[in-house]
Nanobody, 123 residues
């Protein structure tokens, strides 16, 4: 029944890097644009990066130039390479379906939310 499984989070010092992965069912992955979302304690979930089926990407201003979203269609896997991490990046990160632009967000499918993966960046 599990359709989206996030992994790769952890504890890292400011300036460090992490690579997140999202294993998806093929039916979800091949029919939708995908995105990475994050939710910090006490805050709303926000969309930080999107990628279309054709590989066109978009990013929130807060992560632009530091994060890279990619997808491997053969493996049905979504990635988020996170470089130059800052303490304000600390959050639980989720993958889900998404719109094509971060500035015009389309909420992910309710039924697809997984448990996410925790990213903690220390000062």
């Amino acid at each position: 029944q599990v359709q989206l499984v996030e992994s790769g989070g952890g504890l890292v010092q400011a300036g460090g890097s992490l690579r997140l992965s999202c294993a998806a069912s093929r039916s979800i992955f091949m029919l939708n644009a995908m995105g990475w979302y994050r939710q910090a304690p006490g805050k709303q979930r926000e969309l930080v990066a999107t990628i279309t089926r054709g590989g066109i990407t978009d990013y929130a201003d807060s992560v632009k130039g530091r994060f890279t979203i990619s997808r491997d269609n053969a493996k049905n896997t979504l990635y988020l390479q996170m470089n130059s991490l800052k303490p304000e990046d600390t959050a639980v990160y989720y993958c889900n379906t998404a719109g094509v632009r971060v500035s015009v967000p389309v909420p992910g499918r309710d039924a697809y939310w997984g448990q996410g993966t925790q990213v903690t960046v220390s000062s």
